[in-house]
């Protein structure tokens, strides 16, 4: 019973969150005012939309990404993540306890910054908005018209909720 939230603190306080607190400080310390500001590149979506979706903040349960990016997401995954890493790791159980809650941004940003291990940053955005979007997919939730935004704040704006 004393592991739970201890462990899951202490897994979730290194390097990763700690970026994701980092994301958060650069997104201007108050991801509830991005919306607002608009996604300044990288998604032609939401024209009209913007009020909407600027209140309540998009989820990435919306159909925020499209099945085109899942499969480049799985073909990037399976060239350059699965050498470390298996796909159960980012899934199910593992992947809501470490994210839901979390938002799009965070997991774009973490992915971005320390991966591949040994070599961050050698992805394009795209690249890694694709893997982002991979790994929702694997977890359920739904592919739409909409690809997934490769800017920062605009993936900061979708909160990571419990898979429908
Ligand atoms: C060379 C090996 C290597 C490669 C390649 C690699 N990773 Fe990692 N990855 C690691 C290691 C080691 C950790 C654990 C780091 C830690 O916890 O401090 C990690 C951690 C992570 C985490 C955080 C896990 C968590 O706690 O939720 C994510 C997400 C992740 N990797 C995604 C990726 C993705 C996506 C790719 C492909 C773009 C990738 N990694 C490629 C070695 C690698």
Known sequence: MKADGTERRRRAGGSVAGTAMLAWLFAGGAGVWLPAAGP???SGAA???GAARGQAG???ADGVFTADQVSRGEQTFREVC????DT????GGRFRFTWVGLTAGDLFDTIATLMPEG???????AQYASVVAYL?????????????PTSLSALQALEIVEAP
């Open 40 to 42: 300044p590149e990288g």
């Open 47 to 49: 024209p009209a939309g």
């Open 58 to 60: 998009g989820t990435v």
């Open 82 to 85: 699965s050498a470390c890493h």
């Open 88 to 91: 159960v790791e980012f899934s």
């Open 119 to 125: 070599d961050p940053g050698s992805l394009s955005p």
């Open 136 to 148: 929702l997919d694997l977890n359920g939730y739904p592919a739409g018209e909409t690809p997934l």
